[in-house]
């Protein structure tokens, strides 16, 4: 099918809807914040006191940055049922990202008892945010429009561009200024996205501005009960822990962390069939985002190595000398986003012709092969690992290559697991079924935060096969993926239960062509 270009279209962001840009810029400046803060945060809290750090052990900081990380995707699920059911996709973005600003400016105060506070706020804050803002770009599409994995695509170039953005100036200022200087300026980079967020508003018109699905009065007064109470338990057991009345083990709970999430998201995942009064076609097409579900989990569960075992694969075990500078360990991780943003036009257009050639690949298929060649880049990592089990530094080309595959394998799959989410889910859970998706970030995490765990650079003799069954697992997963995605692709494309009162409102409203 051709792409539809009748006049009613909004092509206004890049071929894209005006609520496009409101989307992207809010996204990329949160992600700045996310990735500059968390870039620091084993590096801080592994810091001896005396260079301003909290001198924790490698295994507590790297507990907490697994559960630190996981929980932020966590929370996305709660996030995603309140735009849902209470107050809508544009509210939750906005309090969200007060929330995450307040977090990064608690952070910036040096302290070490409110350190714990400033993670919490922007565990909370991004629970609201992330889910909720992906699905508005969903929204932003009718339902037959082929815009929407190119536009997901362009999303998820600003979602880069804002982390390189992050590594970049964060990095430069823990170095140069210090710590809380870094923290700081996540805090800015966020209050840049909620002014630009407010001022932009009105480009989303009414997308996402009610819960799509609310409940009842005395439903959403028992939720904002429940809510309150939440918070209030939470604020205790942080003044415990921070008085020192309650000791809590991070490695513990981040395992108890991983198991509830997994739990939780096949216990939602069954409910959902169970209760939610699905339609057949309906039913089948979460059975399709069902797969790609599974391919994003072990998709994580393998990529989220750069910021763990990669990174100290950098540090310890790749050449980083260049004539006389040194490489900083860091910037391997910005070649992921480099390299995303450098490539992402080109996989932009390669959907858009796919689909004007009628060949356009199933979500199950395009998961599976991002799997498979994030899967391939350990084949990489086991040979360079054997390499470096010789005792010498090996050449930073390795690591090069490795963050190439991974990032065409990413392409090719998180940001059309997104498209996927947003096309296959019924709109009136949209906020909530981005929130299950989110909960399969926060399960690859916490399993790669475990297998980065057997991955000890003192050790390099086990390394090389330990790489080489990551690989195997990979590709196993992603050829099973492969052989299931010949059914769903054609749940895939089953009609989704047109909802009367959510119809995308971008396609039945005339639309002022504002070039910004
Ligand atoms: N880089 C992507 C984002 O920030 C994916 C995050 C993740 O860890 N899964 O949205």
Redesign the pocket.
Known sequence: MEPKNTQQQDNSFFGQPAGLQTLFFTEMWE?MSYYGMRALLVLFMTAAIQEGGLELTVAAATAIYGLYTGAVYFMGLPGGWIADRLIGGQRATWYGGIVIMCGHIVLAVPSDTTFFLGLILVVLGTGMLKPNISALVGQLYDEGDDRRDAGYTLYYMG?NIGSLIGYAVTGYLMENVGWHWAFGAAAVGMFFGLVQYRMTLPKLRNVGADAPKPLSPRGQKISWTIIVLFLIALGGVFTAVATGAMTIDPVAIAQQVALAATIVFFVYYIGIFLFSKLTKNEAKRLGALFLVCIASICF?AGF?QAGSSLNLFARDLTDRMVGSFEIPTTWFQMLNSGFLIALSPFFAAMWVNLTKRMINPSYGFKSALGLIIMASGFIVMFLASQAAASGMKVSPNWLVAVYFLHTVGELCL?PVALSAVSKLAPRRMAGQMMGVFVLT?SI??LLAGLIAGNLDPENTETMPDMYMQITLFGVGVGVVVFLLALKTRHWEKLAGQPDPEHVAINANEPVKQDKA
């Open positions: 992600r979602i994580w989220e998180s970030y690859g995490s």
